[in-house]
């Protein structure tokens, strides 16, 4: 049976770096579902230098061509609060904060300079922190909010020449970690989409036949879901690539007690002896909460506790 058309109606949306690559993607799809969109982007390089309003206003020309609601912001995340104000002023209320803008300054670790590491941390974490805070009192007053967060495979596994860039993305998990619990009673959901996409950011990166086939517009529809009412999902994590979408989570060995009693110590030899066991990963399994993880120190006391 075909699913009616997920509509936005009357919601406001804001997509960060949206003059290009998967935000303007993004942008295109929530106008034509009927969402004013506020499309934001500075229009600097991919290193993050420069700026220019012309990107932003090409993808707000677009939408409304295409008989969509949409204005320009050339505010850097960095502003959030102006970038929040627009949505205000222009639409007089915020629902969706899309947190995509991006820069990569990459370099092997050694040769990274603490200008690389800081220029990455703001765009991306504390970027998605000032815009997102800036957002959090509407969502609040009004019991309703979507907000993305944008991870990356670099930051699940490492890559090679991105320290800066895996830390930043693993640092946008923990904050949608928690800004899920918070916004939870709120009806305030935050989930975290992991792309891989065609772009300026992977042109370099990726085999040509595997890059025509990752289009941008094969994510947005993931992307528009998670931030629609009728979306129920919270604090997870979404890979989507090339018309695919899957969930990730953390998992956990069911580990070794590493000491016979409660007045027994821990020396490394008895680590060392239980190693296989620690991380012996075949009865792994995942937590949904940090209660549930606590909950299981009281097994590992019992354990001890009954000397087995
Ligand atoms: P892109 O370079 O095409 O788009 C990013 C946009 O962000 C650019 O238009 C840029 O001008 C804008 N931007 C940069 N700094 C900004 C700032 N301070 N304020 C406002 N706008 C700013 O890249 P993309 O591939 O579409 O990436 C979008 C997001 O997805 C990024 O967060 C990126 O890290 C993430 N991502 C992309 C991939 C991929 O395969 N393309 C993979 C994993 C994660």
Known sequence: MKQPELRFVDRVVIVTGAGAGLGRAYALLFASRGASVVVNDLGGSRHGDGSSSKIADAVVNEIRKNGGKAVANYNSVLDGAKIVKTAIDAFGRIDVIVNNAGILRDKSFSKMSEIDWDLVQNVHVKGAFKITQAAWPYFIKQRYGRIIVTA???????????????????GLIGLANTLAIEGQSKNIHTNIIIPTAASRLTEDVLPPEIFEQLKPELIAPVVVWLCHEKCM??????????GWAGKCHVIRSSGSVLRPDLSSNVTPEDVEERWSAITDMSTAKHFDSIAEVTGEFLVTIDAMKSGN
């Open 152 to 170: 990356s495979n670099s930051g699940l596994y490492g890559n090679f020449g991105q320290a800066n860039y895996s830390a930043a993305k693993m």
């Open 233 to 242: 999902e919270n604090g997870s994590i979404i890979e989507s690539a090339l």
